[in-house]
C-alpha cells in the first residue's frame, strides 16, 4: 500500500494532485488542510482521509505517533509539501505582522514539523520514501514586494537539501525539491491582486490565457518525480 500525505487541497495544485492520486487503488491519501471541497467530503473514506489542520498552528499537526500508526501496512510513503500563501505582498516596512508570521508558519514551519514527524514515523516495512517540497522560481530571485514568499521558499529549500544529504546514503528515501512554474490558481488571483513592480507580466498571462492548467502540472509533477 502507498499511502500519500499531502497539504492543502482545497483547491489548485493540491486538489489536482488528489484527483490524480485518487484513481489509485493502491493509493491512500491522508489530507491535510483547513477546507475541502464538496467532492472530497462525498469521497472520504478508507482511501482518502481528510485530516483537519491549521498549517499555522503547529499544535494542529499531525504527530508522528499517528502518522506511525497510519503506516503500519506502508510499501511507500510519500509527503507532498503543497499548502503555501504568497501574502503579505509589499515593501518590507509595511508588511502586515499577522499576515508575516503566517507565511512563515505556513510555507516553512509546518513543512518542517511534517518532515520531522513523518521520518519518525516511518516504517522499517517502507521500501520507498518521497518528500516532495512545492517550490518556486521566486526562491531564488528577487521579485519587488515578495520577500516574505522567496524568503520562506528559500528557507524550506535550504531545510530539504540538508534532508537530502542526511538520507544520501539512503537509497529508500528520496527528496524532491519542485518548481511547478505558473498556473491557474487562487494564488496568481492574489499576485493579480497585489501591488508591485513587474506585476504586469502576471496580468499579461492571465488576459493572454497563458497559465497552464494546475491538472496539467500535477500529471507532470506525480511522473516526474513520484513513479517508482
Ligand atoms: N500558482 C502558481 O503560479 C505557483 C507558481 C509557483 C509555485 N507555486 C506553488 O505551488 C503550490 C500550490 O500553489 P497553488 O497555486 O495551488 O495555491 P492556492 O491555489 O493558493 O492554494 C493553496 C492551498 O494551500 C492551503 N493553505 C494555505 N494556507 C493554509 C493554512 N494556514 N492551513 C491549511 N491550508 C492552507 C489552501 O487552503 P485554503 O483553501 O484553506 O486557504 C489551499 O488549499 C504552492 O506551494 C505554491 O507556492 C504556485
Redesign the pocket.
Known amino acids: 500500500m502507498r499511502y500519500v500525505v499531502i ?10 494532485l488528489l484527483n490524480q492520486f485518487e484513481t489509485d487503488e493502491d493509493t491512500t491519501v491522508l489530507a ?4 475541502f471541497t464538496d467532492a472530497q467530503r462525498i469521497a472520504a473514506g478508507k482511501r482518502l482521509i481528510l485530516r483537519h ?5 503547529p499544535s494542529t499537526l499531525p504527530h508522528a505517533a499517528e502518522l506511525s500508526e497510519l503506516f503500519e501496512d506502508a510499501d511507500e510513503v510519500v509527503l507532498i ?6 501574502a503579505p505582498i509589499g515593501p518590507i516596512g509595511d508588511l502586515d505582522a499577522d499576515e508575516l508570521a ?1 507565511a512563515v ?3 516553512l514551519t ?1 513543512p518542517m514539523l511534517l518532515t520531522n514527524s513523518l521520518l519518525a514515523a516511518l516504517p522499517a516495512t517502507a521500501g520507498r520514501a518521497v518528500i516532495m517540497f ?5 526562491a531564488h530571485r528577487v521579485i519587488d514586494g515578495w520577500s516574505a ?1 522567496s524568503a520562506t ?1 528559500r528557507g524550506a529549500e535550504e531545510f530539504f537539501a540538508h534532508l537530502a544529504e542526511q538520507c544520501s546514503d539512503d537509497p529508500r528515501i528520496k527528496v524532491e525539491i519542485v ?13 493579480r491582486g497585489a501591488r508591485f513592480a513587474g506585476q504586469q507580466r502576471f496580468l499579461d498571462l492571465y488576459e493572454n490565457n497563458e ?1 497552464p492548467d ?1 491538472a496539467a502540472i500535477a500529471a507532470r509533477l506525480i511522473e516526474e518525480h513520484l513513479q517508482a
Request: with cysteine.
Open positions: 497539504t492543502g487541497v482545497s483547491r489548485g495544485l493540491g486538489e489536482a491535510l488542510g483547513r477546507g489542520c491549521e498549517l499555522a498552528e509539501h503543497n499548502a503555501a500563501v504568497v503566517n508558519a505556513v510555507n509546518a512545492v517550490s518556486s522560481g521566486a514568499y521558499k518548481n511547478p512554474g505558473v498556473m491557474d490558481t487562487g494564488m496568481q488571483e492574489t499576485i497559465l494546475p
